[in-house]
């Protein structure tokens, strides 16, 4: 893409976000006036932008957001509707940075525990999730959280859609992973980590919020959101997924076989996804096969391959005692 057109676009860009900001105002004149003084502050703000070539939107954003927040407190269904339209626009713009990504979960987690504007909410959470990676730890898991509870609302397009929203980004947390090791393996020339071949078994017994800290952020996300995968499947609490309240052990049997079938790269070159699976009962007592055929799968790990065989035989009476259990989900 050229300079010319490059800045093109930025300039049409700003033009159409002056316009919504200019709908938000009138909107909001009469009721909420103290929202239509804000909207009139980032109007200035992102014309000055247009004006100077030299600026930069992402260095008025968060001026910006301000009062979109403000327009989505009021709860008004019109005013909301314009509020994550211009979030969006942000979004796309690529300016939204990961203090604003925060402030733009929290506001979208206000909007869902009121079931304002559901399926305007997923568009916006699946935009700020496969848009860019500034949204992690935390941030990213209270927006993972937010689209699993809109799956088990009453509506059921918000259902359907939210269901398909959720396989979408888990399926992009772990997209991140592999992004992270191949940018990693260019960068050190494909040299493979020496913390991680030394794995902590007695580490992985012990539950916890945080990830071992070995494991690169995309790792360490993907990391967590599998470990509460598998807990909710055993009727366990979350423990990075909090305020998941709901889960039902036949969805979320289907996102682990997703993940596990599309991203086996990922659970051998990064060994604490394989390792964890040997200290919960979920994979073990419903598909043994999956465990089986990952130490089959990579003989390479030959220690790993002997510990998944010895677990598995250990483990198959309970298999068969419990084999009647799978045609229940």
């Known amino acids: 893409m050229t300079a010319t057109s490059s800045d093109e676009k930025a300039a049409k860009m700003l033009d159409a976000l002056q316009n919504d900001l200019k709908s938000l105002c009138m909107e909001t004149k009469k009721r909420y006036p103290h929202i239509k003084d804000s909207c009139e502050e980032a109007i200035i703000k992102v014309r000055g932008a247009s004006m100077n070539p030299q600026s930069s939107l992402s260095q008025i954003t968060s001026q910006i957001l301000y009062p979109l927040?403000?327009?989505?407190?009021?709860?008004?269904?019109?005013?909301?509707?314009?509020?994550?339209?211009?979030?969006?626009?942000?979004?796309?713009?690529?300016?939204?940075?990961?203090?604003?990504?925060?402030?733009?979960?929290?506001?979208?987690?206000?909007?869902?525990?009121?079931?304002?504007?559901?399926?305007?909410?997923?568009?916006?959470?699946?935009?700020?999730?496969?848009?860019?990676?500034?949204?992690?730890?935390?941030?990213?898991?209270?927006?993972?959280?937010?689209?699993?509870?809109?799956?088990?609302?009453?509506?059921?397009?918000?259902?359907?859609?939210?269901?398909?929203?959720?396989?979408?980004?888990?399926?992009?947390?772990?997209?991140?992973?592999?992004?992270?090791?191949?940018?990693?393996?260019?960068?050190?020339?494909?040299?493979?980590?020496?913390?991680?071949?030394?794995?902590?078994?007695?580490?992985?017994?012990?539950?916890?919020?945080?990830p071992p800290k070995t494991l690169r952020p995309a790792a360490a996300d993907a990391y967590l959101m599998f470990q509460d995968l598998v807990q909710l499947v055993n009727a366990d609490q979350p423990l990075w997924l909090l305020g998941l309240t709901e889960m039902t052990r036949t969805f979320g049997l289907e996102l682990l076989e997703s993940?596990?079938?599309?991203?086996?790269?990922?659970?051998?070159?990064?060994?604490?996804?394989?390792?964890?699976?040997?200290?919960?009962?979920c994979l073990l007592l419903f598909c043994p096969t999956v465990m089986l055929s990952y130490s089959l799968l990579y003989p390479q790990c030959h220690s790993l391959s002997l510990e998944l065989k010895s677990l598995i035989t250990m483990n198959f009476h309970i298999y068969l005692s419990n084999f009647s259990l799978i045609f229940l989900l």
């Open 259 to 281: 993940v596990l079938t599309t991203f086996p790269a990922v659970f051998y070159n990064v060994r604490y996804f394989v390792l964890v699976m040997c200290y919960f009962s």
């Open 69 to 210: 927040v403000q327009a989505a407190e009021t709860k008004d269904p019109k005013i909301v509707k314009l509020s994550l339209g211009l979030i969006q626009r942000l979004i796309v713009a690529d300016v939204v940075d990961a203090s604003s990504g925060e402030h733009v979960v929290e506001t979208l987690w206000m909007l869902m525990e009121s079931g304002i504007e559901e399926l305007k909410v997923l568009q916006t959470v699946t935009l700020l999730l496969t848009t860019s990676i500034v949204i992690q730890g935390t941030t990213l898991a209270k927006a993972l959280v937010l689209c699993f509870r809109l799956h088990f609302t009453k509506d059921a397009t918000v259902v359907n859609t939210a269901s398909a929203t959720v396989r979408q980004l888990v399926s992009v947390v772990f997209e991140r992973v592999v992004a992270e090791d191949t940018k990693h393996n260019q960068e050190e020339g494909g040299t493979e980590d020496e913390s991680e071949e030394h794995v902590s078994m007695e580490e992985l017994k012990v539950l916890s919020a945080n």
